[in-house]
């Protein structure tokens, strides 16, 4: 009996000291799991480095919170067409904060972004080539794309101007008047053409352009086999230049 006695104890003091241990473990577990999501929160927003395309270049603009990168866009594109950006004073705020905390970031405000813009839009100015750029696929694809939408703009444009685009006009005693039109940026002449078949006027519409292969695209054969003053007259001018 009385060794059935000490087994039984030896049993139930084996039992104690594995569920102790088991509890130790499960407390340490705990502490782990502990540390991992103390550890997360303390890292903040993930961050990642911010490139952008901008007048034909990959621009950096350093680390900053994914979270902010939409809006961010938003504002670089909006300063790239000279425009006010779309956002609440509160976001744009949170960029501008970011900007400033930014290890890396080479703008730390909104102006300094702005101004840099401006610089990249002059460089960019002074590098493009209208000519290398319109060769004659693109700009007989541009005639094509934009025939009828030209027109239409104008007509549009010229009504602005209080002169008649009715394409019916009754017989008036006095004769008609004599026009001078110049479009700037003619392109393939589509709306240079609009223009100088009016038949209210005798209009003279001189074409301007800087690139070469819009001068001389198939479009303007029409405007050449016209009756009017300076049919189909254009010239190569870039109006950046001095």
Not at 20 to 38: A, F, I, L, R, S
Not at 110 to 117: D, F, I, S, T
Request: charged share 35%; net charge neutral; aromatic share 4%.
């Amino acid at each position: 009996m009385e060794e059935v006695a000490k087994k039984d104890e030896n049993t139930e003091e084996t039992l104690i000291a594995a569920a102790c241990e088991e509890t130790e473990n499960d407390k340490d577990k705990g502490k782990g799991k502990g540390k991992g999501k103390g550890k997360g929160k303390d890292k903040g927003p993930k961050q990642k480095e911010l490139e952008i395309k901008l007048f034909g270049k990959d621009r950096s603009f350093g680390s900053l919170p994914t979270v902010l990168h939409s809006d961010f866009r938003h504002i670089v594109e909006m300063l790239r067409r000279a425009k006010l950006p779309r956002l609440a004073a509160a976001r744009v705020a949170s960029l501008e904060a970011a900007m400033a905390e930014s290890p890396d970031a080479p703008f730390k405000s909104m102006g300094e972004l702005r101004a840099q813009v401006e610089v990249w839009r002059n460089e960019s100015r002074g590098d493009f080539d209208a000519d290398s750029y319109y060769d004659s696929a693109r700009a007989i694809g541009y005639t094509e794309k934009n025939t009828g939408s030209q027109d239409n703009l104008a007509r549009r444009g010229l009504q602005l101007c209080s002169l008649s685009t009715d394409t019916i006009v009754r017989e008036r005693a006095e004769p008609k008047q004599t026009l001078l039109a110049v479009d700037l940026g003619c392109g393939s002449g589509l709306s240079t053409f609009s223009a100088s078949r009016l038949d209210a006027y005798h209009m003279c519409v001189i074409g301007v352009d800087l690139s070469s292969e819009m001068l001389k695209a198939d479009s303007w054969k029409d405007l050449s086999s016209r009756e009017s003053p300076l049919a189909a007259e254009r010239l190569r001018c870039d109006l950046a230049q001095p």
